[in-house]
């Protein structure tokens, strides 16, 4: 046996002298590969997502514009160094979306849903509007963060496509956002991060500051919480008008409770209806089972608040508020600083688990407007520091209100809005007027089955401008057969406008022109202290000296140079009444209000002027803050200019034709 030794030896050399091969090895352990970084956590500012969730078809079938459900969700992060105050991000929907609801947002124009945003729309975060920094919270995502959950309804984006917005972007001033981009992993995803615009300096290290400033706007509204209880609070609503050439008349406010409350009493204003029907039904009555509901004003969700006549001005129980009580007038500080703006203060009651002196919640979705008045868009309500009062005991101190929100209305100009006045021209060297444009304030579908609303106009002589529409058609007849015009069957609508304005170019000399303007009021409604803008081209407006019946004067609108005469009545002159009857009953016509003025060019500072052609026609008038639709066309030299006796001659027969016809 002793031989064998050498041989084991031999073998155990063999085998540890020889490296195992790979399949005797144990298997290596790779690390896993290192998950993406999330682009939120790339961004050093303010991040935003919009996440495509799901969409499904819905009824009713149609093959051309088939509707569709969407689910998604818009995420705003504050990944900066300052608290981003009362958010506001732009989402660019462009499939005819419908949206019909959204979690912790509201739209900034006050539009209620379900709401058509297909055009993209504007988010503000409610109930929660300021987002605060990790810094601030330690890191605290619900702090930092706002998730808005979308529903609503798209049209033609067939399953499997992605519908997603254009584009998302922080619309708050001072951040600059990149065009969005897809997230890598998920085609269901886009994202961008905003980030201060470098030009404009903030203090980042201060966070004590708790307010943002008050912001400019054509109207802006101050909800103030002047005295604060458990169960309500005490609020004043101030109304200021700031743009120049914006008034309103018989003013409309509205808004929306957004937690149950309603209003139990109010001096300075009133519902349009007195109706605590919708609170004895509803939860208010099971809160409040001592309250004598009766003398509770309104329970409406979104009250419809108008102002008091004068009348009620010095009434203890309805009236005693400075600014109140003018039946709805805000006039331009151009005009009358004291009557710029209106007042009024209601008494909230709240509903649980608001029952605190410190939860004051102000209503969202403002909205105001006037009779013949420009349209206002107003944004959500924003917290700014608490207004300066003076103190009621005569102290030369100031006192706070316990909370104080300002929402700011523009007026829009939206393509799609129709006017409420319109304007008329005519020359003294052509005997006929260009009259309003056909509908130029719209035309009700039953008119148009009497009326062509496509057709131009008719031109017709000077009388038929002090003659309602509906009495102008044997005039207008008879001119346009002198005219050898050919007559449209049916006839051309009306202006159907309240208010209409003719410009009649009445002299061009060597050493200047003059315009006569006349106002007519087709309406039902006066007009207490009304105003009328013209603007006119660059060469005339330097050659503006005098308005003899108006109180005139050149104003400067949108900053730069003066470029608008702004008119307005003389004392005893600035009423511009209604429609009325004629007083001769035998006429049997309506007679409409009426103010007229002769306005003065000189050519000294304007030499090269073409008055007839272009330069002496406006190219904008407002009246009471309404833009007024210009004709399409400007009167025309015919076979020389005409002399007044040609003028008055034609205007007989005329009289005589169309009184035979009748």
């Not at 975060?125 to 979308?150: F, R, W």
């Amino acid at each position: 046996m002793g031989f064998l030794h050498p041989i084991l030896l031999g073998v155990f050399l063999l085998f540890t002298a020889t490296p195992p091969s790979l399949s005797q090895l144990p298997p290596e352990i790779i690390p896993p590969a290192p998950a993406p970084t999330s682009p939120s956590e790339l961004c050093n500012g303010i991040f935003l997502s919009y996440t495509f969730i799901l969409g499904r078809q819905i009824p009713p079938n149609d093959t051309t514009n088939q509707p569709y459900r969407f689910e998604s969700v818009l995420t705003v992060l504050n990944n900066g160094r300052e608290e981003l105050k009362e958010w506001r991000v732009f989402v660019g929907f462009h499939n005819h979306e419908i949206l019909t609801s959204a979690t912790n947002a509201i739209i900034v124009n006050g539009t209620e849903l379900p709401a058509p945003v297909g055009n993209g729309t504007i988010f503000a975060g409610y109930p929660v509007s300021d987002l605060k920094t990790a810094i601030q919270t330690a890191g605290d995502l619900e702090q930092m963060t706002a998730t808005i959950e979308l529903v609503g309804t798209q049209f033609m984006v067939t399953p499997p496509a992605i519908p997603l917005p254009s584009n998302i972007s922080l619309v708050n001033d001072g951040w600059l956002c990149p065009e969005p981009i897809p997230t890598p992993l998920s085609k269901r995803e886009i994202t961008t991060c905003c980030t201060r615009d470098p030009s404009i300096k903030v203090n980042t290290t201060t966070i004590t500051d708790k307010f943002l400033p008050r912001q400019p706007g054509d109207l802006t509204i101050m909800y103030d919480v002047i005295r604060s209880y458990d169960q309500n609070y005490l609020a004043e609503v101030t109304m200021e008008n700031h743009n120049p050439l914006g008034r309103l008349d018989h003013w409309e406010l509205s808004f929306d409770w957004m937690r149950e409350e309603f209003i139990q009493k109010m001096q300075g204003a009133y519902p349009t209806v007195v109706d605590a029907t919708k609170c004895i039904f509803g939860p208010q009555a099971q809160i409040y089972t001592g309250l004598d509901f009766a003398d509770v004003l309104t329970c409406e969700r979104r009250p419809i608040i108008v102002d008091l006549p004068p009348t009620k001005k010095d009434d203890p129980i309805l009236g005693k508020i400075p600014s109140c009580c003018r039946n709805g007038t805000i006039l331009p500080r151009t005009m009358d600083p004291s009557k710029s703006a209106s007042v009024f203060t209601m008494q909230v009651s709240k509903m649980p688990p608001d029952f605190n002196r410190s939860a004051l919640f102000p209503p969202q979705n403002w909205r105001i407007k006037g009779t013949l008045n420009p349209d206002y868009s107003c944004g959500p309500p924003v917290r700014v520091s608490p207004t300066l009062y003076p103190d009621p005991s005569g102290m030369p101190t100031n006192k706070t209100s316990f909370a104080s929100w300002q929402i700011v209305c523009n007026i829009t100009h939206a393509k799609t809005e129709t006017p409420k006045c319109c304007v008329s021209y005519s020359a003294f060297f052509n005997d006929s007027i260009i009259p309003c444009n056909t509908c130029a304030c719209g035309c009700v579908s039953e008119t148009r089955r009497t009326c062509n609303a496509e057709t131009p106009a008719l031109l017709i002589p000077p009388d038929a401008l002090l003659v309602p529409f509906e009495n102008r058609t044997s005039l207008t007849v008879a001119w346009n057969a002198l005219k050898h015009k050919t007559m449209p069957n049916p006839m051309p609508c009306g202006d159907n406008c309240g208010v209409s304005i003719n410009w009649h170019m009445a002299t061009d000399y060597k050493g200047g022109w003059t315009a006569r303007i006349t106002i007519f009021n087709w309406g039902e409604i006066d007009f207490p202290d009304w105003f009328l803008a013209v603007q006119m081209k660059k060469p005339a407006i330097r050659g503006f000296e005098k308005a003899y019946s108006f109180n005139a004067s050149l104003l400067s609108v949108d900053g730069g140079v003066n470029n608008t005469i702004f008119m307005e009545g003389l004392p005893g002159l600035e009423y511009l009444v209604a429609e009325r009857d004629e007083l001769d009953p035998k006429k049997n016509l309506r007679v409409p209000g009426k103010q007229q003025s002769v306005i003065q060019f000189s050519k000294k500072l304007t030499p090269g002027i073409n008055v007839a052609e272009r330069d002496g026609f406006p190219a904008k008038v407002i009246f009471n803050g309404e833009e007024c639709l210009l004709p399409d066309v400007l009167p025309l030299a015919s076979s020389g200019r005409r002399n007044g006796f040609k003028t008055m001659v034609l205007s007989c027969v005329v009289i005589f034709v169309a009184v035979f016809v009748i």
